[in-house]
């Protein structure tokens, strides 16, 4: 017998047994009853990285098609009642605040105080049609979601 089959013979054995009676014993032994779901949120919801929904992948394709070119901020109403420091414009919203589910934490001053009625006319003008009030939407509901996984605490 070869060699590359005896290694090869070793690594399914290895396999099998793996499969066989190391994982369902494990799976026997583990007391930790939450699903799937519950875990990954434990584990990776305080850094702010959340499950995406096929509704949120659609709002998200819609905000990857910006191109950056500036007519939204050219006519985002919000522009003249919020402060640049808290608002820089329609663009933002596709362009950085949904590209980062992390950094949405950073954008509750501005979703707070921004209406879908101040971004009709930016995106009304927007030559590639990225749905700018339903990003809005989207950034909202995962604010809310990221505030019920705090960030952790740094020593």
Known sequence: MSSGFLHKLKGDLFLGYRAVIAHPWRKLRDEDLRTGEERFLANYGPEGLLPTTA???EVLNGASRCIHCG???AYDRSLSV???TVHLG?????VSYSRAAPDIRYTAEILARLEESQLVRAEAVCPTRVPLRQ?????RRKLVELQAH???KTP
């Open 71 to 73: 007519l939204c901020d």
């Open 135 to 139: 990003l809005v939407v989207y950034l």
């Open 150 to 152: 705090p960030p952790p």
């Open 90 to 94: 329609a663009s933002q919203l596709a």
């Open 55 to 57: 509704a949120d992948r």
């Open 82 to 84: 919020l402060p640049r």
